[in-house]
C-alpha cells in the first residue's frame, strides 16, 4: 500500500523544522519580491558595518528585515492557498490578496523611513567630512 502525504501534524520538532526551512527555501528560490528584500536586508547590514553604527541599531535592522520578509512570506502563502482554493477570479480574492499585499508596503514603508533616519546622520557626517566608506 502506497503511503499518501498528510497535511497532519509532523510527528517531530525536528521534522516540523525540516518542513518550514523547505519552505522558506523554495519561497527564497520562487518568489523574486523576497530574493530583492533579503538583498535590500544584506546591504542595509553591510552600510550599519561599514558606518559602524551602535548594535542596538543593527538589531532594529535585523528586526525589520525580518518582519518584512516574514509578512511577504505570509503573503506569499495567502496568494498560494487562495489559488488553489478558487483559481478563477473572484473580486473578494483579489481584495484579500491587496490587503496583504497592502500590509507587506506599509511595513515595508516604516522600515525605509527608519532605515532613513537611522542612516542619515553618519552619512551626513561623512559626506560632510569628506570620508568614503574604503
Known amino acids: ?4 502525504k498528510s497535511w497532519r501534524k509532523s510527528p ?3 521534522q516540523s523544522l525540516r518542513h518550514a526551512w523547505r519552505g ?3 519561497a527564497v528560490r520562487r518568489d523574486r ?14 552600510l550599519a558595518g561599514a558606518l ?9 535592522i535585523i528586526l525589520l528585515g525580518a518582519l518584512v520578509i516574514g509578512l511577504e512570506l505570509m503573503n ?10 478558487h483559481p478563477r477570479y473572484h473580486e473578494l480574492i483579489g481584495l484579500s490578496k491587496d490587503i496583504a499585499a497592502g500590509a507587506v508596503l506599509f511595513v515595508s514603508l ?18 560632510l567630512k569628506g570620508i568614503s566608506l574604503k
Request: hydrophobic share 60%; proline share 2%.
Open 12 to 14: 517531530s520538532f525536528r
Open 52 to 60: 559602524r553604527i551602535s548594535v542596538g541599531q543593527v538589531e532594529i
Open 1 to 4: 500500500m502506497a503511503h499518501k
Open 24 to 26: 522558506l527555501e523554495e
Open 110 to 127: 516604516g522600515a525605509v523611513i527608519i532605515g532613513l533616519l537611522m542612516f542619515s546622520g553618519p552619512l551626513a557626517a561623512m559626506y
Open 76 to 85: 506569499s502563502a495567502l496568494e498560494a492557498a487562495e489559488d488553489i482554493l
Open 33 to 46: 519580491n523576497i530574493q530583492r528584500q533579503l538583498v535590500v536586508l544584506i546591504a542595509a547590514l553591510l
